[in-house]
């Protein structure tokens, strides 16, 4: 299977990696970035290409003659990728955060009998697959909270938090209205809002506010009850608040010493540096998704705990892992025929096909990303 990765970023690395590791793949990685394609030179399997990827023309050209594409490209670009991916007629897996919704593009998937995959991270991603196979396997589902967040492992002032994302895409958490849903009907928050604080064993007290990331499923679900909150060390959502609200992340270009800029990409650019980790820096992924219902005629409350770690033995992040293997697990689904239906496929979709479903919860097992899943009676 002939597969190409557009975006070698942090988090393409970790996924061209693991799919190199598998010896039925021929693997190809894409990006215009010459140092960040450098860092996969000398790896077994890999083929690199440089390109620009934010032109529709060479994704096009990039993709032709290859079985499956992963998407892995900022979120800025994201939506344009995918469309041009789809129109090439390629099977894909994405996880790019992009702003656009990403059902425009299914009549023309279903046209061009492609399998397009979206959201296909830790969360959306994993998180949206656990609530699909609730909603298969349950009588009912009433209610559906998801916390989740990377963290750099030693907090270091002032904002205690590294990325292996672009700024650009981390940045979208912060701005973007964040949608909610309560007692059936879809509400509007604003981002960085509604502060609340949780202790969670092994990590001690974080934070948690609203962002946007239910995304397909406030189209896909009928769950009457549905958050999502993003975690970071308590202190963080004012201080992005304070830099929001005096618009460091405004869009709207202003003319500063007779140059025309966004506020937003100078935000970003240096952002970028104080985000970036350290080399070998660790990390940690923390997630924790609340499905409450009845099974079996009983009121129940399980509870998925996900505390991952930086994985030192390969040098790979804890969110580059998080993510990138629950995706390159959505790549081996398709590649097995798991999922064979055309179209724009959320991750709930595969969350709610049981054979899809445990196969990616064996693949992130064996790789180490592992759920602790709890029951208790729920009132």
Known sequence: MRIVVLGAGRVGNAIARDLAEHRGFEVTVADRSRDALGRLAGVA???????????????????????????????????????????????TVDISFFEEDPFELHKLAASRNVVAVVDCGVAPGLSSMILGH????????ESFSCWVGGLPTVRHWPYEYRSVFSPIDVIAEYTRPARLVANGRVVTRPALSEVELLDLPGVGTLEAFNTDGLRTLLRTSTVPTMKEKTMRYPGHAEMMRMLRDSGFFGEQPLEVAGVRLRPLDLTARLLSDAWQPSEGEEDMTVMRVEVEGTLGGAAVRHRWDLVDRYDRSRGVSSMARTTGYT???????????????????????????????????????????MLRHSVEEAS
Do not use: M
Not at 134 to 141: L, R
Not at 336 to 360: I, K, M, S
């Open 45 to 91: 399997g890999l083929r690199v290409v440089e390109v620009d990827v934010s032109r529709a023309e060479v994704v096009a050209e990039t993709v032709a003659g290859h079985d499956l594409v992963v998407g892995a490209v900022p979120g800025p670009i994201g939506f344009a990728t995918l469309r041009s991916v789809i129109e090439a007629g390629v099977n």
């Open 134 to 141: 609730c909603e298969a396997t349950w009588d009912t589902v």
């Open 327 to 369: 995706c390159t697990a959505a790549v081996h689904a398709l590649a097995a025929g798991l999922h064979r239906r055309p179209g724009v496929v959320p991750p709930e979709d595969l969350g709610r096909n049981q054979a899809c479903f445990d196969a990616v919860i064996a693949y992130l097992a064996a790789r180490g990303v």
